[in-house]
């Protein structure tokens, strides 16, 4: 038999026991952003031989094939290539938590509760966060392109900037703010309202959509396209609609929550109330989350 390892810095070593005519295996779902390096070594009835190490070490670039999803009661669940680095759950929350934000790397990530506590978890930075006033909720969280801040939205339509990010406005006169997703150079952000407006700050640009004017509301979640001008909307019927040069790539089942875009910008997961993620374009499957005893609020990818 032939006993083939990956260890990765600050990780789990991942191995596998091979038949001795075996001559290549592929390790999937490795954490990006770490290096890993590879060992072989052969195991007889005598016990196991010397180890062949690669002394290269090999760093993967954040995929397509991982994201992260949290829940109410901030259960963190890691699938595919990006792990779970803790989250705030274990204990009694004093608020729910609303939303999650990773950093570039996919190393760790900001959570949100609605009261606006910010928790961090590995290389995620504290960078400050406000308690709400009365009547008012926070409702999500977008990081900044560095992982050195993030934009906190608030149900009323204003927007807290934290960390080295700039505030670039707010939406006032509203109650049903939903979501925000940041540009991909951080220089602006747009904010989406359950009755389907987008409102658009710095340089994120007024978009027209590629379904037409009237949506299925009301809308949970937007992400912004990496790859091109654009972004999509999904609604709590799952149906996502495309604006600008985004394109649709399919429709989710009711019950979506929320949307996060691949990093090519070739697809999109659709997360559902229940932990369900669905996968559309260029995103993997990496499976759903256990949200059996919490709902489900957010999903991120590096």
């Known amino acids: 038999l032939v006993l083939a390892q990956s260890r990765g810095t600050g990780q789990d070593s991942v191995g596998v026991t091979l038949a001795r005519t075996a001559r290549r295996y592929t ?13 072989v070594v052969a195991i007889s009835r005598r016990g196991y031989g010397l180890h062949a190490v690669d002394p290269h070490r090999f760093t993967l670039m954040p995929g397509d094939n991982g994201y992260i999803v949290a829940t109410a009661n901030g259960g963190t669940f890691g699938l595919g290539s990006l792990s779970s680095r803790g989250g705030p759950g274990g204990g009694h929350l ?5 939303g999650i934000a990773a950093t570039p790397n996919g190393l ?4 949100i509760a609605t009261d606006g506590h910010l928790y961090h978890f590995g290389n995620a930075g504290y960078y400050g966060d406000k308690p709400v006033t ?21 149900n009323t339509g204003r927007v807290e900037a934290f960390g080295h990010v700039q505030n670039f406005g707010s939406v006032h006169g509203i109650t049903d703010a939903v979501a925000i997703a940041a ?11 359950a009755n389907g407006k987008v409102s658009h700050f710095g340089d994120a640009l007024p978009l027209r959509g590629k379904r037409g004017a009237h949506l299925a509301t009301p809308i949970v979640g937007i992400t912004v396209d990496p790859a ?10 799952g149906t996502v609609y495309a604006f600008g040069q985004a394109r649709t790539h399919g429709n989710a089942a009711a019950g979506a929550v929320a949307i996060v875009a691949t990093p090519d910008g070739g697809g999109y997961w659709v997360l559902a109330r229940n932990g369900h993620v669905s996968h559309f374009g260029t995103a ?18 590096a």
């Open 27 to 39: 390790f999937a779902h490795l954490q990006p952003g770490v290096p890993w390096q590879f060992s």
């Open 108 to 111: 760790g990530y900001f959570e």
């Open 94 to 98: 004093a608020s729910p938590i609303a």
């Open 183 to 193: 540009t991909p150079d951080g220089g602006g952000y747009y904010v989406a309202q």
């Open 284 to 301: 993997r499957n990496a499976g759903s989350a256990s949200a059996a005893l919490s709902r489900a609020v957010g999903i991120t990818t």
């Open 134 to 154: 009365a009547g008012q909720r926070v409702v999500g969280i977008a990081a900044a392109p560095d992982g050195l801040g993030y934009w906190v939205l608030l």
């Open 228 to 237: 091109a001008l654009g972004y999509w909307l999904v609604g709590a019927n």
